[in-house]
């Protein structure tokens, strides 16, 4: 069973930076793979937004945190990294790590969602 776990969430000032992780466990079997991964948010009265996705070497940055916000995964795939710079209050939320998996047996794909890291910006 893939399981995603996220981790360094905190309490930061307004210019700080933050690097969120996510652990990927569980992954088993030859013919399971990782699609891709992404870094979502939310926070309250706002729709669960998309924020980042690595496919690859390909990145996608949302315009708000284009060019403060780098997304990465390990040479193994095991952990995937979100390293936030310039942080702003309006970057306050709850982000989730997402992964879409594959089994290439059985022709399915599976949604696979962390828990959730609060982030919250303030002075």
């Known amino acids: 069973q893939v399981q995603l776990v996220e981790s360094g969430g905190g309490l930061v000032q307004p210019g700080g930076s933050l690097r969120l992780s996510c652990a990927v466990s569980?992954?088993?079997?030859?013919?399971?793979?990782?699609?891709?991964m992404a870094w979502y948010r939310q926070s309250p009265g706002n729709q669960r937004e998309l924020v980042a996705l690595?496919?690859?070497?390909?990145?996608h940055y949302v315009d708000s945190v284009r060019d403060r916000f780098i997304i990465s995964r390990d040479n193994a795939e095991n952990t995937m990294s979100l390293q936030m710079n310039s942080l702003k209050p309006e970057d306050t939320a709850v982000y989730y790590c997402?992964?879409?998996?594959?089994?290439?047996?059985?022709?399915?794909?599976?949604?696979?969602w962390g828990q959730g890291t609060q982030v919250t910006v303030s002075s």
């Open positions: 997402y992964a879409e998996g594959y089994n290439q047996r059985y022709d399915l794909k599976y949604d696979y």
């Open positions: 690595i496919r690859g070497s390909n990145t």
């Open positions: 569980g992954q088993s079997g030859m013919y399971f793979r990782i699609n891709f």
